[in-house]
């Protein structure tokens, strides 16, 4: 038992110290970085190209302490600090309704209690949502509606469908809010990724891709080649796959998250751009400011707008 004790308190003060990292304050607090998309024009911005700029996905839409995960107001905190991709969670209620939730209950990220499939939208719109730190905010729960809305000409949401929520009503959402350009279905199999495109043949969508078994059969699936971008999971690959992929046209997203504790202690954030040189377009990261801080390139200029007065 005392071996575990050691590796419980050990993994106790890993987590404590992950949320106790000082966070910097933008360098502009008014600007935001926004991605601003002609009609139409998802496929190209996806493509992959050689002088592709390197991205980041926000994910759970870039929590911190006094933002909780899948806010609307998270996401354009994050934007201050520079652009990127929105990966939110996508929940269907007891009444059909639509709303951003990771979890299969309200307890840890609102002040409700109980299974959300069992909450209806009235319900869900009287609760306040929670941060990572167990503060109560002033912000809402909001409605895939909504964050769908808010995201077109600011941003992509890469959209995580949890179990149980009806795609078509997602693809309907997408639609209705004219955010085809500004959202990615999140797909965690072949079959899946095959069955969502036949439902909504012109979403893009993040396929997983592990090896050079999976080019083959995503080339062979049907799916829109250049509908497709390729996730190859949190663990870093051969460079030669990342380039095998390339040589498709797909863009590479790849997550850090269990990297991102670790630099979170050490600090060398450097390492975010050695991921990037090995192939990876996209970085999923819960450490999106220090990424930011990586990527910033002096050489490219940026269109940056201001919070009105």
């Not at 951003?100 to 499939?117: E, N, P």
């Not at 609760?127 to 167990?134: F, T, Y």
């Not at 769908?148 to 795609?167: C, E, H, N, S, V």
Request: glycine content about 8%.
């Amino acid at each position: 038992m005392r071996h575990l004790s050691v590796w419980l308190l050990s993994a106790c003060i890993l987590a404590m110290t992950v949320w106790a990292e000082p966070i910097p304050e933008p360098a502009e607090s008014d600007a935001r970085y926004y991605i601003e998309l002609p009609k139409g024009g998802a496929e190209a911005f996806f493509r992959y190209t050689p002088n592709r700029i390197p991205l980041i996905s926000h994910h759970r839409a870039g929590p911190v302490p006094g933002y909780p995960e899948n806010a609307i107001e998270t996401m354009d905190n994050a934007l201050r600090y520079g652009f990127g991709l929105m990966e939110v969670d996508v929940a269907e209620l007891k009444d059909g309704g639509l709303v951003l939730m990771h979890d299969d209950t309200l307890d840890r990220t609102t002040t409700g209690t109980g299974a959300i499939k069992d909450k209806t939208s009235a319900e869900i719109a009287r609760l306040k949502l929670v941060d990572n730190e167990g503060q109560v905010t002033d912000y809402t729960v909001p409605t895939l509606e909504a964050a769908l809305k808010w995201a077109r000409g600011k941003t992509i949401l890469t959209l995580d469908i949890k179990r149980g929520t009806d795609f078509k009503k997602v693809a309907d959402a997408v639609r209705a809010t004219g955010a085809e350009d500004y959202a990615v279905i999140i797909t965690y199999s072949l079959e899946q990724a095959t069955a969502f495109h036949q439902i909504a043949p012109e979403l893009m969508l993040t396929v997983s891709v592990y090896d050079e078994d999976g080019i083959d059969a995503l080339v062979q699936s049907g799916i829109n080649p250049l509908k497709i971008i390729a996730w190859t999971g949190t663990s870093l690959k051969e460079p030669a796959f990342y380039t095998a992929l390339h040589a498709k046209g797909w863009r590479v997203i790849s997550g850090t998250f269990s990297l991102d504790d670790k630099l979170a202690i050490s600090g060398d954030n450097g390492e975010y751009m050695a991921i990037y040189a090995s192939g990876v377009d996209v970085i999923a990261t819960d450490r999106f400011w220090a990424v930011q801080a990586q990527i910033r390139n002096p050489n490219l200029f940026y269109f940056v707008r201001r919070a009105a007065n």
